[in-house]
Structures are given as structure tokens and as C-alpha cells.
Antibody
């Protein structure tokens, strides 16, 4: 059974930092490009960024609103994906989903990040 | 900034057929945008339905199909079921970035 389990969400003050994790099982994590997608309360889906698999360079790309503040990384030895979020703003409040690449099509259940003073 | 546009809402009768579309502000949608379709029901995590224009995942019901139609990506539901009532998002690849559409709320009535 495929599982993507996000953790690390919570309440943080504006300007603060948070690190999200996504533990993956049930498919070959090292072969997958991985993404973070977020959804603000009552809003649509927004792509946050992606990390390629190591064999494709392991490079990252980010959406404009988070570029320079967020960093995606992966640890294939732990089947885990990470999202380091710095300089958080109130508009970063959202449920954050870990997703695999399009070919696999797997999504986690999400973790809520609330940025508020 | 690329904008991906979907119908805000559509209504279909049970057993009917409906087509949702997805347009890009950069021009015609092609297979090079690798169109994806994702379903989200209220209170649930999203679920991928279609990737690379028309490919289904193992869990995608046969009544869902993807295509390119008149310069847009399209998702067609044939023989709509009550449980298909949901929000549907398209996702397009634009180079190294990915952009979601605003979603289509499908009502089955």
C-alpha cells in the first residue's frame, strides 16, 4: 500500500520558520520526482515546488511566491521529502501536500500550516 | 505569470456526459504541457485522475477520459455518477514550473 505521510505543520508567527516532512512507502521513492502543493483555506491548489530524482540531477524548482524562502530536499535513504519554510508570511497559511510525479500520481493527506501572530 | 483557466462551475444530470476544459494564457495547450487532471471531494485530499493528456491511473474509473480539444486540455465524464460531484483541477507544465487551474466545481443534479 502506498503511503505519503506529511508531518511538521502547526502554528508559527510571521517571519518564523517551519520544516515539513513527508514519509513515503509503497513505491520506489528514489525513482520519483516529488512535489509540494498547497491549498489555502477555501481556495484552490497551488504548486509550491519540485525536486527531481538524483539520476536526473536532483535539482529543484519553485513557484515565484516561495522562491528564495522555501527549500525542498530529499533523503532517498530515508524515503523522505522535506520542505524548509523560512520568512513565513500570513499568506503561506495552507494545507501542504506531498505528491509524487504525475506518472505515479500519489498524494498525501496534507499537513496544516498556520501563520498568525 | 502563466494563468490556467477552467470553467468555475458546471452542472450535469446523473448518467449524462460533461466536458471540462483547461486553457493556458500562453496559447494553445499541447501534449508538451503534460496536462493532468485531479479530483478533490469536500474534506478530502486530492486524487490524481489523468496524466500526460489522456493516461489513466490504475484507480481511475473508465468513465473519465482526457484529451486535447480546440487548443485546450479536456476532461470528459461519460455516464456521470452522483459520487463524481467534486472539484476538478487541471495542472499544466510550463517548462520547469507547474501551474494549476482555478478548478471546476462539478454538480451532479
Amino acid at each position: 500500500e502506498v503511503q505519503l505521510v506529511e508531518s511538521g505543520g502547526g502554528l508559527v508567527k510571521p517571519g518564523g520558520s517551519l520544516r515539513l516532512s513527508c514519509a513515503v512507502s509503497g513505491f520506489t521513492f528514489s525513482n520519483a520526482w516529488m512535489n509540494w502543493v498547497r491549498q489555502a483555506p477555501g481556495k484552490g491548489l497551488e504548486w509550491v515546488g519540485r525536486v527531481k530524482r538524483k539520476i536526473d540531477g536532483g535539482t529543484t524548482d519553485y513557484a515565484a511566491p516561495v522562491k528564495g524562502r522555501f527549500t525542498i530536499s530529499r533523503d532517498d535513504s530515508k524515503n523522505s521529502l522535506y520542505l524548509q519554510m523560512n520568512s513565513l508570511q500570513t499568506e503561506d497559511t495552507a494545507v501542504y501536500y506531498c505528491t509524487s510525479g504525475s506518472y505515479e500520481g500519489y498524494w498525501g493527506q496534507g499537513t496544516l500550516v498556520t501563520v498568525s501572530s | 505569470q502563466t494563468v490556467v483557466t477552467q470553467e468555475p462551475s458546471l452542472t450535469v444530470s446523473p448518467g449524462g456526459t460533461v466536458t471540462l476544459t483547461c486553457a493556458s494564457s500562453t496559447g494553445a495547450v499541447t501534449s508538451d504541457h503534460y496536462p493532468n487532471w485531479i479530483q478533490q471531494k469536500p474534506g478530502q485530499a486530492p486524487m490524481a485522475l489523468i496524466y500526460s493528456t489522456s493516461n489513466k491511473h490504475s484507480w481511475t474509473p473508465a468513465r473519465f477520459s482526457g484529451s486535447l480539444l480546440g487548443g485546450k486540455a479536456a476532461l470528459t465524464l461519460s455516464g456521470v455518477q452522483p459520487e463524481d460531484e467534486a472539484e476538478y483541477y487541471c495542472l499544466l507544465y510550463h517548462g520547469d514550473a507547474q501551474v494549476f487551474g482555478g478548478g471546476t466545481k462539478l454538480t451532479v443534479l
